[in-house]
């Protein structure tokens, strides 16, 4: 067998390379971008997002037939992303456009149109969305600087339901850590009423024991900790 059918294809990187050896240098630099005195290959600047709100869940069949359609959009290497919504009847697609100003793969609107009609899926072109999108800013830098973390609601409720409750949710949240703060506190203030040694070697002044109110109504301070004791029961 020929070795040379052994060796590994090429990454996209080293493909680039090749295709790109009798490009002048001006159209190369257009593949970076330079920050903070670093250079960063961006093979993309202003690319295309397109939503499809008229999506007829009929067409999309199921959940696993959307998913299919979505692994076989993002087959094309000018779709950079592809989100099929069943349960929606939602498509979203971010692509490399005919007009864009780079060295990729291209495909234009009425293409992707073309494409879905050929897997089963009837869109118009007249009620998509199609608009500019900022490939390096929104999509390559959102890993390192996101704009917000993802919020998700807990098991069992709705995102809108979550936000509602939230608040409350987080006042009691933030009233049971001062509780537990607090006890914390009162529990190592009797640590070192009982071990002196210690507080003076660290510097902490000991409170005075809190007083707590005994069940026949008069008010007694509190034990220290590890004091025992025990109740007599008359006859």
Same mark, same amino acid.
């Given at each position: 067998?020929?070795?040379?059918?052994?060796?590994?294809?090429?990454?996209?990187?080293?493909?680039?390379?090749?295709?790109?050896?009798?490009?002048?240098?001006?159209?190369?630099?257009?593949?970076?971008?330079?920050?903070?005195?670093?250079?960063?290959?961006?093979?993309?600047?202003?690319? @295309?997002?397109?939503?499809?709100?008229?999506?007829?869940?009929?067409?999309?069949?199921?959940?696993?037939?959307?998913?299919?359609?979505?692994?076989?959009?993002?087959?094309?290497?000018?779709?950079?992303?592809?989100?099929?919504?069943?349960?929606?009847?939602?498509?979203?697609?971010?692509?490399?456009? @005919?007009?864009?100003?780079?060295?990729?793969?291209?495909?234009?609107?009425?293409?992707?149109?073309?494409?879905?009609?050929?897997?089963?899926?009837?869109?118009?072109?007249?009620?998509?969305?199609?608009?500019?999108?900022?490939?390096?800013?929104?999509?390559?830098?959102?890993?390192?600087?996101?704009?917000?973390?993802?919020?998700?609601?807990?098991?069992?409720?709705?995102?809108?339901?979550?936000?509602?409750?939230?608040?409350?949710?987080?006042?009691?949240?933030?009233?049971?850590?001062?509780?537990?703060?607090?006890?914390?506190?009162?529990?190592?203030?009797?640590?070192?009423?009982?071990?002196?040694?210690?507080?003076?070697?660290?510097?902490?002044?000991?409170? @005075?024991?809190?007083?707590?109110?005994?069940?026949?109504?008069?008010?007694?301070?509190?034990?220290?900790?590890?004091?025992?004791?025990?109740?007599?029961?008359?006859?």
């Amino acid at each position: 067998m020929d070795k040379s059918s052994k060796q590994p294809q090429m990454n996209e990187y080293q493909q680039d390379l090749i295709n790109n050896a009798n490009i002048d240098d001006e159209k190369i630099r257009k593949q970076y971008i330079e920050e903070d005195g670093n250079l960063y290959r961006v093979p993309y600047r202003i690319v @295309k997002k397109v939503i499809f709100t008229d999506v007829s869940r009929k067409e999309l069949k199921d959940i696993p037939h959307a998913a299919r359609l979505q692994y076989r959009l993002m087959l094309n290497d000018a779709i950079l992303k592809a989100i099929v919504q069943f349960s929606k009847g939602r498509i979203i697609i971010i692509y490399n456009p @005919k007009s864009a100003d780079n060295l990729k793969e291209k495909i234009s609107l009425e293409e992707i149109i073309e494409f879905l009609a050929g897997e089963g899926v009837n869109v118009q072109k007249e009620k998509a969305t199609d608009e500019d999108f900022d490939y390096y800013k929104d999509f390559y830098s959102y890993a390192f600087k996101p704009k917000q973390i993802r919020e998700h609601a807990p098991y069992g409720y709705s995102l809108d339901e979550w936000r509602k409750m939230k608040p409350s949710w987080e006042a009691r949240l933030a009233e049971g850590r001062q509780k537990s703060r607090e006890k914390f506190e009162q529990w190592q203030q009797n640590y070192l009423a009982d071990h002196p040694e210690l507080a003076a070697e660290l510097g902490i002044e000991i409170k @005075k024991p809190e007083t707590q109110k005994s069940p026949f109504g008069f008010r007694k301070k509190k034990g220290k900790s590890g004091e025992k004791g025990f109740w007599f029961h008359g006859a």
